[in-house]
């Protein structure tokens, strides 16, 4: 990945920026390390609800002016946020980045949450709570989190809860961004043809006013696990199943090892040995797939099926054999090239996408304080050694350390 330019304003905020040539797309936005997890006990969906309300209005623009400023020249504008993280970002022609970095900036530093539009957004937020309970594949894995991550911040919904979501003020969204926000957990990133220069001078121009903000937050570390088996009966046409466990955190060394073990077994190559063992040789299921989250201080390992209620206990049966495998067979030498070549493939055409390229700079910044070149994660991945993969899936992949939640037809 050719280099990615940073500048620290005097205020400590900092510009991240890699130029691309050839491209006539502008994609930046503000990263902040502000998530679900920061909120306390009765905040519970206030982050997520904070990322809607910063499109309602700011000091010198209402809804409507926010929203249109940069649909109204082909532009996009939209946000996220994770359990670590939210995000205000945009895509625009590069002749309108200064117009993008100045909403960025004021719906990112001037929000001020009217009354009226939160009532209205509380609503919305509602109804977005309720088509995530009516998809059972999505609702599965969101409450899986807090079987696994029970009592902790990172089992609550980023959602929220009915009854939280439901009680929020403005004085809730002030007092939770003054608890969280930081100029030093917080940046500016833009992949662009631009040249760097450019992109720090109007930073300097709309962010030289940003008052200096520092806090000392200290996350709550995640520590006590105990698997649990659990199973709900819901108004369903088909059961649904997440097992797994907490893995490595980001910082770990065996992280790409493991994702790379996670790659082989769920990815989404249709080679899989889930889906080959289990959609493939059994047609027993439409989608099967295994996932790796990392956080700061931990990770989770989910992997996901649906298949008919008389098919679950066979189905369970079969992805925990091809976990077994792993634990007890090494991959041959022709299998675990072909994983490496399999997963450093899929990495490069990652990076193909300039949006999500501003995406992982950004984070990868924040969480690590610099961007590993594509080259230095290859590296590792062609270090990986067979019996790497099976000392990590004897640690990780027991089936004593798996918990089991699982949706059922009523």
Not at 176 to 194: E, G, H, K, M, P
Not at 311 to 332: C, N
């Amino acid at each position: 990945m050719p280099d990615y330019h940073i500048h620290t304003l005097p205020n400590g905020i900092r510009v991240v920026h890699k130029q691309v040539l050839n491209t006539k797309i502008a994609h930046s936005g503000f990263i902040m390390d502000i998530g679900s997890r920061d909120e306390l006990p009765e905040q519970q969906g206030l982050a997520h609800f904070w990322e809607h309300m910063a499109f309602k209005g700011t000091l010198k623009r209402k809804s409507f002016h926010i929203l249109n400023r940069l649909e109204s020249v082909g532009g996009e504008l939209n946000a996220y946020t994770t359990k670590e993280k939210i995000c205000f970002y945009s895509s625009v022609l590069d002749k309108h980045f200064e117009k993008s970095f100045e909403l960025l900036t004021d719906i990112t530093f001037h929000s001020i949450f009217p009354e009226k539009e939160i009532e209205k957004e509380r609503g919305v937020i509602l109804e977005e709570m309720a088509m995530y309970l009516d998809t059972p594949e999505e609702a599965i894995v969101d409450e899986f989190d807090a079987v696994v991550f029970d009592g902790h911040p990172l089992g609550n919904n980023i959602l929220g809860t009915t009854e939280s979501v439901s009680s929020f003020t403005k004085q809730d969204f002030l007092n939770f961004i003054n608890r969280n926000f930081s100029n030093d957990s917080l940046l500016f990133c833009s992949v662009s043809n631009l040249p760097f220069e450019k992109v720090v001078k109007l930073a300097e121009k709309y962010l030289k006013d940003i008052p200096v903000v520092h806090k000392h937050r200290e996350r709550q570390a995640f520590s006590s696990y105990q698997p649990k088996i659990i199973t709900l009966e819901k108004p369903i046409s088909q059961a649904h199943c997440v097992l797994g466990c907490p893995a490595y955190a980001l910082s770990d060394d065996r992280r790409i090892p493991f994702f790379m073990l996670v790659n082989l077994l769920g990815g989404p190559g249709m080679n899989s040995r889930l889906n080959l063992a289990v959609r493939e040789k059994h047609g027993l299921v439409y989608t099967i797939d295994a996932n790796y989250a990392t956080y700061l201080d931990t990770g989770l390992l989910t992997i996901y099926f649906g298949t008919e209620k008389k098919q679950l206990k066979r189905t369970t049966s079969l992805v925990l054999k091809e976990l077994k495998k792993l634990r007890e067979k090494p991959l041959g030498s022709l299998q675990l090239h072909t994983a490496k070549e399999q997963l450093m493939g899929q990495l490069a055409m990652a990076e193909e996408s300039n949006m999500g390229l501003m995406m992982m700079i950004g984070k990868s910044i924040l969480d690590q304080g610099k961007v590993e070149s594509l080259n230095e994660i290859f590296d590792q991945i062609k270090s990986i050694k067979a019996g790497d993969l099976v000392d990590i899936a004897n640690d990780v992949l027991r089936e004593e350390r798996l918990s089991f939640l699982n949706y059922v037809p009523a």
